[in-house]
């Protein structure tokens, strides 16, 4: 158990549906970060929320997107997906660069195929 | 702009051998380095970070890892794997100035009997 949760931990979705992921960190952070990671290729940093404020957008399509509400929830809100989305969408928090560092906290991630 | 070189992508080695994943970073400014695995089907669970001192950080299930400078280098090592170290292990910096973490390509530690 890490502290960050994120549901649901399996999904699958039709090209035309619309889904939420949610991740929860009751930590403290204050920074919440969500992270791709596809079969035989690195963990693509997707979204960087510092304070609520999203700081990093790396070039993701608009087919996803993030909420952060509060410092302690993050979604990702899913529409119109490839096939080629489907992989392991893995949320962490961590404090951001102005506060006491602490490492990124991993959640176990949500298994997501498109079909 | 940071980035990591994680230079092996699978690592196969016989049960109580020592092993050592090897990790390069690249950055124009000051870091933090990290170490994560991952079991099949799990997030990623930190084994151990160098933040500043000692160059030598030990971290969980025996593992440790030297931060060399002038080498840009943080290669994990421990003297003795086990069957259960099978997984996948991540390196990862973090520049001092920016709140993204940057992660290597990861390698697979196969451990056989």
């Known amino acids: 158990e890490t502290g960050v949760t994120q549901t649901p931990r399996h999904l699958v979705m039709g090209m035309t549906n619309k889904k939420s992921l949610k991740c929860e960190q009751h930590?403290?952070?204050?920074?919440m970060y969500w992270y791709k990671q596809s079969a035989k290729k690195p963990l693509e940093l997707m979204f960087v929320y510092s304070l609520e404020e999203r700081v990093e957008n790396n070039s993701v399509p608009s087919r996803f997107s993030p909420e952060c509400p509060n410092s302690s929830h993050l979604f990702l809100h899913l529409h119109t997906l490839q096939p080629e989305d489907s992989a392991l969408y893995l949320c962490?928090?961590?404090?951001?660069?102005?506060?006491?560092?602490?490492?990124?906290?991993f959640g176990q991630g949500t298994r997501l195929t498109v079909v | 702009a940071q980035s990591v070189t994680q230079l092996d992508s699978q690592v196969p080695v016989f049960e109580e051998a020592p092993v050592e994943l090897r990790c390069n970073y690249s950055?124009?400014?000051?870091?933090?380095l990290f170490w994560y695995v991952q079991y099949p089907n799990q997030g990623l669970q930190l084994l151990l970070k160098y933040l500043s001192g000692s160059t030598l950080v030990k971290g969980i299930n025996g593992f440790e890892a030297e931060f060399n400078k002038s080498q840009t280098s943080f290669h994990l090592r421990k003297p003795s794997v086990h069957i259960s170290d099978t997984a996948e292990y991540f390196c990862?910096?973090?520049?001092?100035?920016?709140?993204?973490?940057?992660f290597g390509t990861g390698t697979r530690l196969q451990v056989f009997p």
């Open positions: 930590l403290g952070h204050n920074a």
């Open positions: 962490a928090s961590s404090q951001d660069r102005r506060q006491s560092f602490t490492e990124a906290f």
């Open positions: 990862a910096v973090r520049a001092y100035n920016t709140d993204k973490l940057i």
């Open positions: 950055s124009s400014v000051s870091v933090y």
